[in-house]
């Protein structure tokens, strides 16, 4: 990655009649950044609640312009990468920068593959269980415990790194599989080598030992979809999380575990639960008009989940390929319960009505992936983890681009305003 220089400066004026000079970088694409780093030698912070305004790092990985609705993965824009290339492409071209020729996309998958199977003892972890224990909880742990296997991951080598980027994407729908066997009390399937990433998960997911089960190519597809729209975000909660914790030198698995945390959250990972929830809570299409006015009302706390994005304040880009998608499998799979009627409903209401019209608040991809898992058959409570589980990539792409910059590397150490008490003692009796 290139060093950043600075191109500009700017000038920063205090009314008490200091002033600092400030390097100021370009970026190549969106906005330019004001170096701040001097100003500490001056007694002196920059006070940003939820570092919305603060660049905390350099990356080439992805972009994302939310007034214009673009999202691109090292230069290539998202529904292009979802409608052309399958999900492992985009996870070669976001871990190595470019997209892999047809061998190097044989070889990538092969050795995939080859790492799909967990360690045995793992079934032993998850019967520390409870049964009803929410997936995430069981995937927070599980992934954590891969640290306890590959002791050799703490090599910080470029081979490291490499099988550690194998490992985690060969082992995360293996153990997302296992959470969701587990909770309904149905054995544990192994991984088939001979399907495809999305195909193989879903037969992880779905077969019995009683009979047969072949992977709709459908459902494969729409699958391999929502693995790739959710592949990498920027630097959203989750991703700075994961470089937070990867900042102190760590073992990889535990940076990603900490990354899953951060996606637990329903402002995060669990929008597209929440987005379902709301559906069932509607019940019906008669009662749509009732919610519809609840969400005008600017008095009332009522919120809509699915509509509008804080990043986005154009038409999601992920979400027109998950519309499509949605509409495919819906299609394929011939199903018409009252949520989906809800669903259908609550779209064209969206995509007509002018209230959601100025305001932007186009159905997102949380909308379009709940409604396609629910049809699949995935329990919401697994919608949290599969995100995890595609997002695996992008977390792993930063945390090898951090060890790519060791000259320059420091721990996160954000600073505070302080607001407690000043200095005081305890009164002698």
């Not at 032993?124 to 599980?142: K, V």
């Not at 959710?230 to 760590?250: F, I, M």
């Not at 699949?376 to 790519?404: C, D, Q, Y």
Request: proline fraction near 6%.
């Amino acid at each position: 990655m290139p060093k950043l220089h600075p191109t500009l400066k700017a000038e920063l004026h205090l009314s008490d009649g200091r002033t600092f000079e400030l390097p100021v970088y370009q970026s190549n694409l969106g906005y330019d950044a004001i170096g701040v780093e001097s100003l500490q030698k001056e007694k002196l912070f920059t006070y940003d609640q939820g570092l919305t305004s603060t660049a905390l790092c350099e990356s080439s990985i992805t972009y994302i312009d939310g007034n214009q609705g673009i999202l691109l993965h090292r230069g290539y824009p998202i529904d292009e990468l979802a409608m052309q290339k399958s999900y492992l492409d985009v996870c070669y071209l976001l871990l190595e920068g470019e997209l892999p020729t047809p061998e190097q996309l044989d070889t990538f998958k092969k050795e995939i593959s080859s790492h799909y199977m967990v360690n045995e003892q793992f079934t032993r972890l998850f019967q520390g269980f409870r049964r009803d224990s929410h997936p995430m909880a069981i995937m927070c742990a599980a992934s954590s415990a891969l640290a306890a296997f590959y002791h050799d991951m703490l090599d910080d080598t470029e081979e490291s790194r490499e099988k550690t980027a194998v490992r985690l994407l060969a082992k995360m729908p293996t153990l997302a599989a296992m959470c969701y066997k587990y909770n309904i009390g149905r054995p544990f399937m192994y991984p088939q080598n001979n399907l495809s990433y999305a195909g193989n998960f879903l037969y992880m997911m779905f077969a019995t030992p009683c009979e047969p089960y072949e992977v709709n190519p459908v459902l494969e597809k729409a699958m391999d979809r929502i693995f790739t729209l959710h592949a990498d975000h920027e630097q959203n909660a989750s991703t700075s999380s994961v470089r937070s914790v990867a900042s102190s030198g760590p073992n990889p698995f535990a940076c990603i575990a900490a990354g899953i945390a951060s996606l637990w959250g329903p402002a995060h990972g669990g929008a597209n639960e929440a987005c379902i929830k709301i559906l069932e809570e509607i019940g019906t299409v008669d009662r749509i008009p009732e919610y519809i006015a609840r969400a005008k009302d600017k008095n009332d706390p009522f919120r809509l989940m699915g509509f509008g994005h804080r990043v986005y304040k154009n038409y999601d880009p992920r979400a027109k390929v998950m519309r499509e998608t949605c509409h495919e499998v819906l299609g394929e799979l011939g199903i018409n319960t009252p949520l989906l009627e809800v669903a259908m409903e609550l779209e064209r209401i969206a995509l007509s009505d002018p209230y959601f019209i100025e305001r932007k608040l186009y159905p997102n991809v949380d909308f379009y992936s709940g409604i396609i898992l629910q049809a699949i058959g995935i329990p919401t409570s697994m919608f949290t983890v599969i995100f995890a589980l595609a997002r695996t990539v992008g977390w792993i792409a930063n945390w090898k681009e951090m060890h790519h910059e060791t000259d320059s590397l420091k721990i996160v150490r954000p600073r505070q305003i302080y607001t407690g008490h000043k200095e005081r003692h305890i009164e002698k009796a």
